[in-house]
DNA sequence: TATTGTTATACTCTATAACTATA
DNA sequence: TATAGTTATAGAGTATAACAATA
């Protein structure tokens, strides 16, 4: 096995650990991270509609529609019909949403900045070098 | 927010977005993630315990229970009763399982692997450096 | 009693296929 | 015809609760 092969495979691993411990953050009844995420991109950008929110998380629109209908469903985010083209929906965030996503992102945070405190400078730094290249690989 | 946090949520979504597309690869009928990662792990020690697996893996025991059990129904792996503690339950690999576990990880890792040669030497090990620091982080 | 593992049930997230409405 | 979005259905992965078997 070459290196960048054993780098992958490193990386693969690393990726997944975390992903799984992320993921197991969520107390009960909460939302679940793929909604929170889209919760948050609201927040970000503004309206977005379906598609422009599907292609950004890399799924299909039918695993949108369902996302946005849990957050729909639970009063954080509304749709709004595009006035210049009604074939389009705009999501947005309400208020309660914007509150809900800003107190579970702090709670969700809190465990690894607290770890990420823990490491000198330097190797902040290299957490932080090591995720802007690995964004430029997922096209991000 | 300070640098922390900052830094907190950044390697959140970097490797939100990569377990994404990691977990996308997966071709039709093939393995999902969580079992190929069973099946790679028990490659790698031999038998190992329900309990084992679980730990190892951040989840309950009902739930490797499932993910075991897609192994074993798909030839996969194999059930042994530990002989000296009837309670427990040892999986191991089958030479089907052992063959199916290296093509696809060589498969799912070709594109991770090809986009890691692209970078310089230096950047390579600065996210081999972030894996190792994250690694500590989750306990691996 | 405690430990090990399983089954039952339910929720999130994902996909494909089939559909409606609008351009 | 093409595009935007939805619904129906199915599978993977996770959890909790309740259970059986063994220590």
Redesign the interface.
Same mark, same amino acid.
């Given at each position: 096995m070459d290196?960048?092969?054993r780098?992958? &495979?490193? %990386?693969?691993?690393?990726?997944?650990?975390?992903?799984?411990?992320?993921r197991?953050e969520r107390p009960d009844g909460s939302l679940g991270?793929a909604a929170l995420?889209v919760l948050t991109h609201l927040q970000k950008t503004g309206p977005q509609t379906l598609t422009q929110l599907s292609e950004r &998380?890399? %799924?299909s629109p039918a695993s949108m529609s369902q996302s946005v209908n849990r957050l729909t469903s639970a009063g954080l985010a509304v749709r709004t019909p595009d006035p210049g083209d009604r074939r389009k929906v705009l999501f947005s965030t309400t208020a309660e949403g914007d509150e809900l996503a800003a107190s579970t992102?702090s709670q969700?945070?809190a465990w690894?900045?607290s770890?990420?405190?823990e490491?000198s400078a330097e190797?902040?730094a290299?957490?932080?070098?090591?995720?802007e290249?690995?964004?430029e690989?997922?096209g991000?």
């Open positions: 290196a960048e092969a780098l992958g &495979a490193q %990386v693969r691993s690393t990726v997944g650990r975390l992903y799984r411990r992320f197991s991270d995420d &998380a890399g %799924v992102r969700r945070n690894l900045d770890r990420l405190r490491l190797d902040q290299t957490v932080a070098k090591a995720c290249l690995l964004d690989i997922t991000a």
